[in-house]
């Protein structure tokens, strides 16, 4: 009985003061800009020694939480000093994330030259398909790499067949028009029917995409066997590893 009136008599005390009892039960009333503050900053605070530490992953994490923070908070500088210790010891992510800020010019002077040169390591062994998807559209438009179709068509390729919807969109569409290969249809076909599984994606890419009107056009010019056997190349695909 003693124990219930001590809770009453604190509740009441909390209350009259103009509190609240759910703070005191570990609630907060913060307001969410103060509270998504709060916890950046726990956020910061957990993840610094271990990133100082030098754990790759702890750096990214860091990195990471640098980047994508409160916008008043946010510390491009920050994320590409995480990003680039990280990088710097072969973390792929970091390398994507590093090369994607200097395609932007995020916290560090803007420079294709530079993203190609970290976009390549995430590409490569990394084979990280956003990467190799960015990479190939470096090359397709000439931003700080020589403009180039065939390495363009190299790398969407590869992302393409690691089950990237839009990299499969402009793979078909390249082979639909013969840029940077010789034109093939049954592989066009292919490509711009995986692409149609995705079709948010690609219009985000490009609003006045539409895979399926692309291979609604290329199959104009397809004839019954071409078709069958494109749709049977299509049904065996499976994604690299």
Known sequence: MMRILYWIVVIGALLLSGG???MFFGETNMDPEAQARADFEAAVAA?????VNGTT???FRLAETYRTGPEDLRDPGGARYW???AAEQGHIA????LGMLYARG??????YHRAAEWLKLAAGLGRHREAQF???DMYFNGRGVPHDYGAAMSWFRKAAERGHPVAQYVVGTMYAEGWGVETDDLEAYKW????QRAPDAVLAYDPKSDPRERREKLLLRMNRSQIEIARKNTAEWKPTQ
Request: proline share 6%; glycine share 6%.
């Open 20 to 22: 609240s009892a759910f």
């Open 47 to 51: 993840q610094r020694p271990a990133a």
């Open 57 to 59: 992953a702890d750096q």
């Open 83 to 85: 990003y680039r210790k």
């Open 94 to 97: 970091a390398q994507f994330e």
């Open 106 to 111: 995020d916290g560090v002077p803007q420079s």
């Open 134 to 136: 960015a990479l190939g």
């Open 192 to 195: 711009l029917t995986l692409a």
